[in-house]
């Protein structure tokens, strides 16, 4: 007989991090993936591709593309519990550049993406105000009227982009850091940092939280929507179906880009959340109910946001007609409420034929006032959440209890998608043996979140709006696209599909529907390469690239064309994500080819 | 007739008002008549006296024209004193500054209700409060997450010190295990008293007979 076989704790893995129950798992997708976008770009895009009629390529996309691919990645990160960087080396190690192309670009948007959440804070300790201080515009030196660029445009805007950015009138000219700006980015960090301290067992409690709250506030919102004067005119404007847009290609794209990047795919959030699941967790009905709630979501938001707009434009369209009732009242000498919205146009033709010339003389000035005008604005993005939302709110009654709703929304729609960005990063660096080992997480975690702090400062400068514009529309895009194509090839070919349907078919029990092989086989690839095909060509047709520059001087948007490093910048942050996958490949190829010929001359 | 051509030849000391009462009162409107008439010239004096001691305004100083249905008419302050001749218009402008505020809260009205068209009013300051409300907030919120980050971390040291002590304590406690609690088919060595078992003296250790390595 033999001694007694003693077991060292030491020697034996740790295990890994899980879930505390499925609903955890499901609340952190679905807080990861219902953020800012389902606001702020989907009821823009409803409004520019045709209304409710919108809603059809919408919902083709989402079961073409949508489902199928949230549904891949949860499942390689069931299957693989790791991390991007792992999952991808165990599927073939050639494609380790995959999860590292991941990181990169998860890096890159945590970068510029908490800063919403410091704007979002910085509003909202603002709301505390009465009146709300976008509301009227400041002073000017002399106190006899209002600031001069506040006039020529709106209080709302002059808030945003005088005293919340203080931006520049170019891109060129940096300006300084602002230190109210500095801040709130600093505190936005520490709020994400002590939400993903502990892992998943802070994060699985925050994400209660994130998820929940802003469908309570939506609702709080849709309610108070609804029964605004003239909101039933944004919501008629909207849901009027427009069938002829459907013809445009320029819909569907649309329709398939905005669920691509609306469920986050791509960015190894999802692999990560996944991978800290029970190995039996039926992740194929969680990825059905994630991307349903995600898109309901957005058609929600976008009811409470068309009611906005119809609030919004009526309030704009009722004040520019009682301004020119004002003025002709004025100019004329004409009783009080002898002019009224009704009776507005046969008077005005009245005065013109019996005072022609004081008419004439005053024509410049009467405003042409179109309701429809007002409701076509369609703006979306920074734009429709922090200036017409804002410029509804402070004429709404209470508008500060509002107001601090709608920014807690904002708060916890961003910090939900942050924590999905961090867990893509970290969960590939605490799995890596050299580095887990030797710091504990929350050394790591908060040298991350400081290195992202300190970069993020960038976008604090005056001239950080025109950078957060820049990477939000390049830092993601082309790579994403690419790294979900070879995620979705390298899964059907070169891992096999029949392997993973096995694998799958252990880790669930079920066997898997042909809607989902032939999604991930054929419809899924085709439709990625013809968005990476369109998005090549459109940015190749454009020729330069330009931005939106705010003129102080003259109150609006200008055009101006991207200066020659911005380009460079641009170019560098497409390349370096996608330049990953390539030399992955590469690297791998060489070490083993390497440890080949050493094996080789050994023997 | 005599009013009409005091406006016509000095027109720069004569000022246009023009009230909007329905705007401010709503349902509570009074309709503008002689009597209310009387009370502008009335106020106009008042502000005339108040401005500087020297004059003697009296309400029939005060001469309005072209009342429209707007309601808005001219106004001039003539001096008696002088005969014929209006009041200079900085002077007016002074007096009627200076007492805005009395003049606006005798018809209920505001700076934006009864305007005086040449005399721009001073727009009120915004109340401004010594520290600004959002760094207050700012910092109670700062507080908050710095004292949650604080608990945490500290309470995660704590945890992995304990775990720490407790494994070397369980190997530590294992080490010496392995000297006491060695079974041997099923029955700990402690039992089995080796000196009272017989030794085979076949199979003792004798090194010389095995070659050495």
Not at chain 1, 85 to 114: D, E, H, Q, R, T
Not at chain 1, 547 to 552: E, F, P, S, T
Not at chain 2, 133 to 154: M, N, Q, R, S
Request: net charge neutral; charged share 15%; proline share 3%.
């Amino acid at each position: 007989g033999l001694a007694g076989v003693s077991t060292r704790v030491g020697v034996m893995d740790k295990s890994r991090p899980l879930w505390d129950n499925p609903v955890q798992f499901v609340f952190a997708c679905i807080s990861y993936a219902v953020g800012l976008g389902n606001v702020w770009r989907f009821p823009y895009l409803c409004q520019m591709y045709g209304g409710g009629g919108f809603l059809i390529p919408y919902f083709i996309m989402l079961i073409v593309e949508g489902m199928p691919l949230l549904y891949m990645e949860l499942a390689v990160g069931q299957r693989m519990r790791q991390g991007s960087i792992g999952a991808w080396k165990i599927i073939s190690p050639y494609l380790c550049g995959v999860g590292v192309a991941s990181v990169v670009v998860s890096f890159f948007l945590s970068m510029y993406y908490n800063v919403i959440n410091a704007w979002a804070f910085w509003y909202l300790f603002h709301s505390f105000q009465d009146p709300l201080p976008w509301a009227t515009c400041p002073l000017n030196s002399n106190r006899t009227g209002y600031e001069e660029e506040c006039e020529k445009t709106s209080s709302t805007q002059y808030f945003w982009y005088r005293q919340t950015l203080n931006i520049s009138p170019s891109l060129e000219v940096s300006g300084a850091v602002q230190w109210e700006q500095a801040l709130c980015l600093t505190l936005a960090w520490l709020v994400v940092y002590l939400c993903i301290l502990r892992g998943t067992e802070s994060t699985g409690k925050v994400v209660y939280v994130t998820a929940s709250l802003p469908y309570c506030v939506l609702i709080i919102y849709l309610i108070r929507g609804l029964t605004l004067h003239g909101a039933v005119n944004g919501l008629i404007y909207m849901f009027t179906p427009k069938l002829e847009q459907l013809s445009n290609p320029k819909t569907w794209i649309s329709a398939a880009t905005q669920i691509f990047f609306s469920l986050g795919l791509g960015f190894g959030s999802l692999i990560a959340f996944a991978s800290y699941n029970e190995p039996s967790n039926n992740c194929e009905r969680h990825a059905i109910i994630v991307s349903l709630i995600n898109s309901a979501t957005s058609i929600f938001a976008s009811i409470v946001t068309f009611s906005i707009y119809g609030f919004k434009a009526t309030f704009n369209y009722e004040s520019c007609i009682n301004k020119v009732i004002l003025l002709l009242l004025n100019a004329f000498d004409l009783e009080e409420g002898s002019l009224t919205a009704d009776n507005l146009n046969e008077m005005k033709d009245y005065l013109m034929a019996t005072h022609p010339q004081e008419y004439a003389q005053l024509l410049p000035q009467l405003k042409n006032c179109s309701l429809e005008a007002e409701l076509d604005t369609a703006v979306q993005g920074t734009g429709l959440a922090f200036i017409v939302y804002s410029e509804a709110i402070k004429n709404m009654e209470v508008s500060q209890l509002y107001s601090v709703l709608y920014f807690v929304m904002l708060l916890m729609l961003g910090i939900g998608s942050m924590l999905g960005n961090t867990a893509a990063i970290l969960t590939p660096l605490t799995d890596s043996k050299v580095i887990a080992t030797r710091f504990p997480k929350e050394v790591i975690s908060g040298v991350v979140c400081f290195i992202n702090c300190i970069i993020g400062l960038i976008f604090t400068m005056e001239a950080g709006n025109y950078w957060f514009d820049i990477f939000n529309d390049y830092a993601a895009t082309l790579s994403l696209l690419l790294i979900v194509l070879v995620e979705t090839i390298a899964v059907c070919y070169i891992y096999g599909l029949r392997r993973f349907e096995k694998d799958l078919h252990t880790m669930i029990g079920r066997k898997l529907n042909w809607y989902w092989k032939v999604m991930w086989a054929f419809a899924s690839p085709l439709l990625i390469i013809s968005l990476f095909i369109f998005y090549l060509t459109d940015y190749i047709l454009t020729g330069t690239l330009q931005y939106q520059a705010w003129d102080g001087t003259q109150g609006q948007l200008v055009t101006k064309d991207y200066p020659g490093y911005a380009l460079a910048v641009i170019g560098l942050l497409v390349a370096s994500s996608t330049m990953c996958i390539p030399l992955g490949a590469l690297v791998t190829f060489v070490r083993k080819r390497l440890k080949r010929e050493r094996v080789s001359t050994v023997a | 007739m005599f009013a009409f051509l005091l406006f016509v030849s000095d027109a720069q000391n004569a000022f246009k008002v023009r009230l909007s009462i329905k705007t401010a009162l709503g349902d509570n409107a009074y309709a503008w008549d002689a009597n209310e008439e009387y009370l502008f010239k009335a106020m106009v004096a008042f502000t005339m006296r108040r401005y500087s001691t020297k004059t003697t305004t009296q309400i029939s100083n005060v001469l309005l024209c072209n009342v429209t249905d707007r309601v808005s008419f001219w106004f001039v302050v003539t001096d008696s004193s002088k005969n014929t001749t209006t009041v200079p218009g900085s002077e007016v402008e002074a007096a009627i500054r200076m007492n805005r505020n009395r003049i606006n809260n005798a018809f209920l009205l505001s700076d934006k209700t009864l305007q005086f068209l040449k005399i721009s009013s001073t727009l009120a300051p915004p109340v401004e409060p010594s520290t600004p409300v959002w760094l207050i907030v700012f910092g109670v919120v700062l507080c908050l997450i710095v004292a949650a980050i604080v608990f945490l971390v500290v309470a995660g040291i704590q945890q992995r010190k304990k775990k720490n002590k407790e494994s070397t304590e369980r190997e530590n406690l294992e080490e010496k295990g392995e000297v006491t609690i060695t079974i041997e088919n099923g029955i700990p060595c402690e039992t089995l008293d080796l000196k009272a078992g017989h030794i085979n003296g076949v199979f003792s250790a004798d090194d010389e007979r095995f070659t050495s390595l």
